[in-house]
């Protein structure tokens, strides 16, 4: 399904907004910088939040794949630079 080698899984199946994106901000901010967040979800809503809170947070989505109603993101930590929000 992909060239990215994840460090963590976050299995979100079954949970639907905003719980997938809260979930995701909370397992990132204990990733360190340069490591990449697997997550799944069965929410087609995770997408558009997903996409949303990537540019605001600053990381990077690395890929995201739709497939028989799952959603799988690759989400990589960036180093923040001062002042920038990481909501």
Not at 36 to 41: A, D, Q, Y
Not at 51 to 61: C, D, F, I, Q, Y
Not at 74 to 83: A, S
């Amino acid at each position: 399904m992909s060239n990215y080698q994840e460090d963590y899984l976050l299995d979100c199946s079954g949970l639907n907004c905003p719980l997938p994106v809260l979930k995701t901000k909370k397992a990132m901010d204990r990733l360190n910088t340069g490591e990449v967040l697997k997550m799944i979800s069965s929410d087609p809503g995770s997408v558009n939040d997903l996409t949303a809170w990537v540019k605001r947070s600053g990381n990077e989505l690395l890929k995201s794949v739709a497939k028989d109603g799952q959603f799988t993101f690759f989400l990589k930590k960036i180093l923040r630079k001062e002042g920038q929000n990481n909501e």
